[in-house]
């Protein structure tokens, strides 16, 4: 009966994308190594391992949004599911190497995008929770079916300079902000009531119009 383990190799950003996507090399290895494998359909469930990192002052002011004052963390802190993903791996002996795509979000409503910004530099601690069928064939040549242990995981360190990457070419110098659809109005509203030509300068002139009350 199959025993696969698996590792992640490497990651690197896919270019040309329909949209924004990581590509993770993955090994999969069979403990009998003249074992037939004839097909495995794999997922993946992929966690940020949060605790798992040191972060800087300056993250700490970035990440409060998401996980409070710093002096909460002990509490706060905890195991963040990114997102879900599935490979169909083709027929192999002992070992095969596969890339598994993984989409990425710029939308700030989303808890990963918002930790993901937060962080300035270092590496994004991953860890891959493993399941999925494995198609096999038996010594008389007959096909067989089993699962992928659930206690089968992969952890592996997501370079944050890998995952800007590829938000910067989809994105280039943009980011994107969910609102609800009375606030969008309002903004909207104020846009063409001052005649301003842009998003961005209609928010400066708020943001600006704000600070000078403050100040007051």
Not at 7 to 28: G, N
Not at 77 to 103: G, S
Request: charge should be negative; aromatic fraction near 12%; glycine fraction near 4%.
């Amino acid at each position: 009966m199959p025993d696969l383990n698996f590792q992640i190799e490497k990651v690197s950003a896919v270019s040309y994308a329909a949209a924004p996507l990581l590509s993770f090399s993955l090994r999969v290895t069979n403990a009998d190594k003249d074992e037939t494998i004839h097909s495995v359909m794999l997922r993946a469930q992929i966690q940020i391992e949060v605790t798992r990192r040191h972060y800087s002052a300056e993250e700490q002011a970035r990440l409060q949004d998401l996980f409070g004052e710093p002096d909460r963390w002990g509490a706060t802190l905890r195991n963040m599911l990114w997102t879900h993903a599935a490979v169909t791996i083709p027929p192999f002996q002992k070992e095969t190497l596969v890339e598994v795509l993984v989409p990425c979000t710029f939308d700030f409503s989303v808890g990963a995008t918002k930790y993901f910004h937060g962080l300035t530099e270092g590496d994004l601690p991953l860890n891959f929770l493993f399941s999925g069928t494995v198609f096999y064939q038996d010594q008389d040549a007959n096909l067989q079916v089993t699962m992928v242990s659930w206690e089968k995981e992969a952890k592996f360190k997501l370079p944050l300079k890998i995952w800007k990457q590829v938000i910067d070419e989809y994105y280039p110098n943009t980011a994107w902000l969910c609102l609800r659809r009375d606030a969008f109005q309002k903004l909207y509203e104020y846009k063409i009531r001052h005649g301003i030509p842009s998003w961005e300068e209609a928010i400066e002139r708020i943001l600006a119009g704000a600070e000078e009350t403050v100040r007051r």
